[in-house]
């Protein structure tokens, strides 16, 4: 039986007569299994759940280390570089999940372009790398809370108060805040999904909100600094003395440090910049995990505009966090200094908290530390959200699970869903993973913190990579036929995908260069991902935390194997990929100058009218949600 076959008759559900009949009297009200989700998120939430998802502690706490390992200059460049990286695999993703909204994506489209023991695997490794996060998520905010800035480090800067920190936060053990957060991401996910999307709207918007503020507060400290100093340029910490680059690079063992210096140190910062920063932008994908649960699809675009969304909205405010951020703090500064090989300190080594510091603003440190933990507090549960709904996905798909009836005891809970369509089993599982939280109450919190971001980092660079195969392997069944033509296609060859047709939902331009591009970066990363764990003495556990998600992958592909084909020799395992391109989701526009998301005029005889002047301000409202 294929994968297809066993995804279509564990989701089918029978109806009684009663049903029926109430199906009659209301023919426009859709029903739903007691296994399925619920399709009430509009375009509006899936693009703010999907940056609230982002925008977590990675691009506040990690930005001041890679401005310190390769210069702000270098830091802009890494920002865009790793950008670009996601911004490809994520179209890939978005363009299949725009044609076949399907529970469950990128566990979907390797298992039916690649092989299904590739897919299963990615399910696993994405919900695992999410469980991850949910953890480090709550660690982070138990590290925030104690926050404190080394008196000795206030004088040299010349902070007018001789203490800076939250006294309360030093006072209280770590494991209350670990508890009471890991009430609030429970509480919020058991939301019906239409109210925890209202509230991840609220949430995005605010951190949208504080994020552009940042980015102008430190426009307005830079201002109102220049001109004073030995070097009156606004420009003053990307020049000399200090420079576009960091003049050298420091990393250490448990034994000594490292340093690199000229084109070999820009590489290894650059390097290790890379690998820092992909932890920050990983939930791009998170607006394809909403596809399930997405209302109107053919309506809104809303996988079409949420994936162009989530990409152009993170790298350019992460981007300008990050440059202008680097006009107020010196790579050198000591706080800024992090030798270690993973780790994730505390709000007081934020480069944009020391940006107020060295600038000798009052208050607003308080207030960004604090929206820090907000910051985290939304991203753990939006980690739940994505790892309940990857879970729940896998729970829908028998042969994912062993062959043992505790197995199918166990599939049944997690696929069965409330009456209002919130997977409860699969939330409550994935949701104990975030006690690995209380690690926090560890001597050494913020090496474990890097750890686990560096290993949600190593699987989350395999899910990407086998995407932008899916995707590769995708292209093979489409055509660029004519725009009059339907979306499917049978030729001489067989049935295809137009990719030109006017009702196709989501195309991008070159996008298999954007996929293949996307593949090779992610296979690179992934091998180098941990490469400061060989320097002398081998550092076994960042070595593991690196590594172990490779293994893992390649051991559930040989699970698979072995478990349905009962064959322990990998030269005699077959492929299994169905290509199937049926029934893809058509778009009730076929105007393609009237998409969503492109601006039109109403009124093509006059420009200056009040039709015209409509559609401009639907066309930035369109952006902007």
């Known amino acids: 039986m294929g994968y297809n076959d066993l995804l279509l008759s564990s989701s089918m559900e029978m109806e009684s007569l009663e049903d029926a009949k109430k199906r009659v009297k209301t023919p ?4 739903y299994g007691p296994t399925e989700l619920r399709r009430r998120l509009g375009e509006r939430h899936v693009n703010m759940i999907a940056f609230s998802a982002t925008v977590g502690i990675g691009l506040f706490l990690q930005s001041g280390k890679v401005i310190y390992l390769i210069g702000p200059g270098g830091a802009v460049m890494a920002y865009l570089l790793i950008g670009s990286v996601l911004w490809s695999a994520v179209a890939s993703l978005g363009e299949m999940t725009a044609a076949f909204p399907v529970k469950g994506p990128i566990i979907d489209f390797p298992s039916r372009f690649v092989d299904e023991s590739v897919g299963f695997a990615v399910g696993w490794m994405a919900w695992f790398a999410y469980v991850i996060v949910i953890a480090t998520e709550i660690t982070a905010v ?30 209280t053990s770590p494991a209350v805040w670990v508890g009471m957060v890991l009430i609030m991401i429970l509480l919020i996910n058991l939301l019906p999904v239409r109210a925890y999307g209202e509230l991840e709207y609220i949430f995005g918007c605010f951190k949208m909100t504080v994020i552009c503020g940042i980015i102008l507060f430190n426009v ?30 420091t990393t250490a063992s448990s034994t000594q440090n490292y340093v690199y210096t000229s084109g070999t140190g820009r590489l290894i910062g650059m390097w290790s910049a890379i690998n820092t920063i992909f932890f920050s932008v990983q939930g791009f994908f998170t607006v394809a995990v909403t596809a399930a649960e997405n209302k109107d699809l053919d309506k809104d675009e809303s996988i079409k505009l949420g994936t162009r969304k989530i990409s152009l909205r993170v790298i350019v405010l992460y981007t300008l966090v990050v440059f202008t951020s680097g006009l107020n703090v010196p790579y050198d500064d000591p706080n800024l200094r992090d030798y270690s090989i993973n780790s994730i300190r505390r709000g007081e080594y934020s480069a944009i908290i020391i940006a107020c510091v060295r ?39 028998r042969n994912v699970w062993p062959e043992a009836a505790w197995a199918d005891s166990f599939k049944s809970r997690l696929e069965k869903t409330s009456d209002k369509g919130v997977p409860v089993a699969a939330v409550f599982f994935s949701w104990m993973f975030g006690f690995l939280g ?3 109450v560890k001597p050494f919190p913020a090496q474990i913190l890097g750890r686990m971001a560096i290993n949600s980092t190593a699987s989350m660079l395999i899910v990407y990579a086998c995407v932008c195969g899916a995707f590769l392997s995708f292209k093979s069944r489409t055509i660029n036929g004519d725009v009059d033509e339907d979306i499917v296609v049978t030729t001489d060859n067989g049935t295809f995908l137009n990719r030109n047709a006017s009702d196709y939902p989501y195309k991008s331009h070159l996008q298999w260069m954007r996929a293949a591009y996307g593949l090779c970066a992610c296979v690179v990363l992934a091998i180098f991902n941990g490469w400061r764990s060989f320097l002398h003495p081998f550092s076994f556990a960042d070595f593991v935390a690196s590594y172990i998600s490779v293994l893992i992958f390649f051991v559930l592909i040989a699970a698979y194997h072995v478990k349905d084909e009962r064959e322990w020799n990998p030269l005699r395992w077959s492929r299994r990929a169905t290509m199937d391109i049926s029934n893809p989701v058509a778009t009730e526009e076929t105007d393609l100058s009237k998409r969503k998301g492109r601006l039109h005029r109403a009124n093509k005889k006059q420009f200056f009218c009040r039709e015209n002047a409509v559609r401009i301000l639907e066309f930035i409202w369109v952006w902007l949600k």
């Not at 426009?28 to 029903?31: F, G, I, S, Y």
């Open 438 to 440: 209380f690690l926090a």
């Open 142 to 171: 138990a590290q925030l809370f104690n926050f404190e800035f080394a008196p000795d480090y206030l004088k040299a800067v010349g902070y007018p108060e001789p203490t800076l920190g939250w006294h309360f936060g030093q006072t």
């Open 359 to 397: 600038n000798k603003v009052r208050g607003w440190p308080h207030f960004l530390n604090a929206f820090f933990i907000f910051s985290a507090l939304s991203t753990g549960i939006n980690a739940l959200y994505i790892s309940s709904r990857l879970l729940h996905a896998l729970a829908n798909i």
């Open 28 to 31: 426009n009200r859709r029903k």
């Open 220 to 249: 307005v400290i830079n201002a109102r600094s220049a001109g004073t100093g030995d070097n009156p340029s606004r420009f003053r910490y990307y020049q000399s003395p200090y420079g576009f680059f960091s003049s050298n690079t």
